[in-house]
């Protein structure tokens, strides 16, 4: 099975500055149709999860540009150029490669 | 819009069986190249895959579950449904349902939380 690591666990940001939640995974994730399956979701406090990024970079529909996700292989970023209030709660990285699928820990965004 | 609905009892006892649906709205179930899968969440703790189940009836399990799980789709009535034997306490959680294109999870139900106590 393919474990996914994520760090921080726990990041709390200044709203208006930029944070960075970075994700490992134990194997590759780049498929050989040149697609990393790498997901990025947001559980805001008492909700389900959103899908932010999917294969790695893509946004999904809605989601603001100051999100963005990097990353190829076992490395993955996901970057919030500019933080807002509405950004809190816990983010997850997900592994869509081989099942079982697999989640990170979490990372708990809160605002100073 | 697509929606998807959880249903299903919120207790069950001990060793008993968890049965829940998840009831889609907005769109076929059987159409497009979807799979429906589910994931619980135990309180204050992260994300578990369950299992998916494709629009043909093909299932994946995690295999930590797989002997006790059955995942089912009647596209008749635009449902998939989880089931769950021999239930612990450590079967307790908030289950949600999912709709999974191109490995993306787009969709989600609001969650039902189970509670297995007798």
């Known amino acids: 099975d393919i474990v996914m690591t994520q760090s921080p666990l726990s990041l709390p940001v200044t709203p208006g500055e930029p944070a960075s939640i970075s994700c490992r995974s134990s194997?590759?994730?780049?498929?050989?149709?040149?697609?990393?399956?790498l997901d990025w979701y947001l559980q805001k406090p008492g909700q389900s999860p959103q899908l932010l990024i999917y294969?790695?970079?893509n946004r999904a529909s809605g989601v603001p540009d100051r999100f963005s996700g990097i990353g190829s292989g076992t490395d993955f970023t996901l970057n919030i150029s500019r933080v807002e209030a509405e950004d809190v709660g816990l983010y997850y990285c997900?592994?869509?490669?081989?099942?079982?699928?697999?989640f990170g820990q979490g990372t708990k965004l809160e605002i100073k | 819009q697509v929606q998807l609905q959880e249903s299903g009892p919120g207790l069950v006892k001990p060793s008993q069986t968890l049965s829940l649906t998840c009831t889609v709205s907005?769109?076929?179930?059987?159409?497009?190249?979807?799979?429906w899968s589910w994931i619980r969440q135990p309180a204050e703790k992260g994300l578990e895959w369950i299992g998916r189940?494709?629009?043909?009836?093909?299932?994946n399990y995690n295999p930590s579950l797989k002997s006790r799980l059955t995942i089912s789709i009647d596209s008749s009535k635009n449902q998939f449904s989880l089931n769950l034997t021999s239930v612990t306490a450590a079967d307790t959680a908030v289950y949600y349902c999912?709709?999974?294109?191109?490995?993306?999870?787009?969709?989600w139900g609001q969650g039902a939380l189970v509670t297995v106590s007798s």
């Open positions: 194997q590759s994730l780049l498929q050989s149709n040149g697609y990393n399956y």
């Open positions: 294969l790695g970079s």
């Open positions: 997900m592994q869509t490669l081989q099942t079982p699928h697999s």
């Open positions: 907005g769109g076929s179930i059987s159409s497009g190249s979807y799979f």
């Open positions: 189940i494709s629009t043909s009836g093909t299932t």
């Open positions: 999912a709709r999974v294109r191109s490995g993306a999870y787009d969709y």
